[in-house]
């Protein structure tokens, strides 16, 4: 004997409003592009800093730029699918969130720069011709590069975003 068939019909209100459209404007729009290249310079960043021998400081370097990828992947993922409004609190204002986002990075890899930069300084002493031994001079020295290069891109994206509240935008995009 077969069940009797359900009495209501599944709700399909739900699917339509569970929809994911894709934000092309976004993807196609600076600051789409801007996280795009954020994304590429903070894996760069990290990996090159994941590969060698570090210790110290350098764990500050690696926090923050594993966080901020991750943070910026994040938005990234949110914003082009169109569902940051589903972000309690913050997903009405999700252009200020941005913002404050590549202000905080911003500071942050400034950090994380200045720390590469003096431990490059710190092995300078192997960047020499005939030196044998392992070292992490020429690592640090492309983490500071691309922190750096960070940093500039957080920069811009916030200015971006500034930019686009001052004219009394909502949308990211």
């Known amino acids: 004997m077969l069940p009797p068939p359900p ?3 599944p ?3 739900r699917a339509a409003r569970g929809a994911v459209s894709l934000q092309r404007a976004f993807l ?3 600051l789409g592009v801007l996280r795009l290249l954020q994304l590429l310079v903070g894996a760069s960043f990290w990996i090159t800093i994941a590969t060698s021998r570090y210790q110290g400081p350098v764990h500050f370097a690696l926090f923050v730029s594993v966080l901020f990828w991750l943070l910026t992947l994040a938005l990234y993922f949110l914003t082009l699918l169109g569902k940051h409004e589903l972000v309690p609190v913050l997903g009405s204002r999700w252009l200020v969130v941005n913002v ?3 202000l905080l990075a911003a500071a942050l890899y400034g950090a994380a720069t200045a720390i590469m930069i003096d431990q490059t300084q710190r092995h300078s002493y192997c960047n020499l011709k005939d030196y ?3 070292c992490a001079y020429h690592a640090f ?3 500071a590069v691309c922190g750096g290069l960070c940093l500039g891109l957080y920069l811009l994206s916030a200015l971006y975003g500034c930019c686009r509240r001052y004219q009394g935008e909502q949308e990211v995009a």
Do not use: S, T
Request: no cysteine; net charge positive; charged share 15%.
């Open 141 to 143: 020295l492309a983490a």
């Open 7 to 9: 009495r209501q019909p």
């Open 100 to 102: 404050a986002h590549d």
């Open 11 to 13: 709700p399909q209100a």
């Open 132 to 134: 044998q031994m392992p």
């Open 28 to 30: 196609r729009g600076p």
